[in-house]
């Protein structure tokens, strides 16, 4: 269990790896088992991050290092070795907003992702849990979150800086050597997760644990449309005896998946969002 020090900066300073070949990373994240299962950090880097874009870098925080996957010198023999670990049950991708990434995956690498701990999804049910009622739409940057002294108190003022420059050159993750400034954002990006995965598990309730789960994996599938109604992808969890004890049985999870052209999401969003509050009234 991590410290319950707000923060000892000195507990996060991990070396940080740049990772062209997979003999460079854990072997137990090549090849994950029942018997070690494994909790991570992860986030992706890219060029347009969606199906049509470009995928550079692959965040990997473990207790001990921060692992940057570097996939336009790995390619494609990088991202297949690292397939089976983000695609298993037994290793838990801690992440904030998976939607896209998983997008990316799948399109570029043909890797389904599956078992995320989304703390943006995890944030909005604590909050309802504990009675704090937020919109529908009102979710918590990553930025906001981080701030958030319940769950980490750290200032991220550095993205702000690294959103100007991407506005500048939009091919920024593309360019090699990394500099240090890349290495170390895209190392911020995934360094505090754990802590805040930790602070997250203390509050979650049996009800809310099965929620973020199976919003996790309607996420993953979110921009991931396929022909076969998603058949080769993993089964959504079950409600579980646990969930049905305690109070109701939750209301069926409804995620809406619209396939967008490019240029178009403003008119599937329509003006002030007219568009989507209007399908989630209709899914009511």
């Not at 707000?6 to 090549?30: G, K, M, N, Q, R």
């Not at 992440?95 to 570029?108: G, M, T, W």
């Not at 919109?135 to 002294?149: C, E, G, I, K, R």
């Amino acid at each position: 269990m991590l410290s319950e020090k707000l923060l000892d900066h000195e507990a996060y300073l991990v070396p940080i790896h740049i990772v062209t070949s997979a003999s460079e990373l854990p072997v137990e994240f090549l090849e994950p088992s029942a018997q070690s299962q494994l909790v991570i950090g992860f986030d992706c880097e890219g060029v347009d991050l969606c199906r049509d874009g470009t995928l550079c870098i692959m965040q990997l925080a473990f207790p001990d290092a921060i692992y940057l996957v570097d996939v336009i010198e790995g390619g494609d023999i990088i991202m297949e070795a690292c397939k089976p670990a983000l695609e298993s049950s037994h290793v838990t991708k801690v992440i904030h907003d998976c939607k896209r990434d998983s997008e990316a995956l799948y399109f570029q690498f043909g890797i389904k992702l599956h078992n995320v701990m989304d703390t943006q999804i995890a944030y909005s049910l604590i909050e309802e849990q504990e009675g704090r009622t937020r919109l529908p739409d009102d979710y918590v940057s990553f930025v906001t979150l981080l701030a958030d002294p319940r769950y980490c108190g750290v200032s991220y003022l550095e993205k702000e800086e690294v959103r100007v420059l991407l506005r500048q050159d939009p091919k920024l993750w593309t360019y090699r050597p990394l500099s240090d400034m890349m290495t170390h954002a895209a190392a911020e990006d995934v360094r505090f997760l754990l802590y805040i995965y930790h602070k997250m598990m203390e509050k979650l309730n049996t009800q809310s644990l099965w929620r973020v789960t199976v919003r996790g994996e309607l996420y993953c599938r979110c921009f991931c449309i396929n022909d076969n109604d998603f058949a080769d992808w993993p089964a959504l969890p079950p409600i579980s005896d646990d969930v049905l004890m305690d109070g109701e049985a939750p209301e069926e999870e409804i995620l809406s998946v619209l396939d967008v052209p490019p240029g178009k999401m403003g008119r599937v969003i329509g003006r002030k969002g007219s568009s989507i509050l209007s399908i989630k009234e209709s899914c009511e």
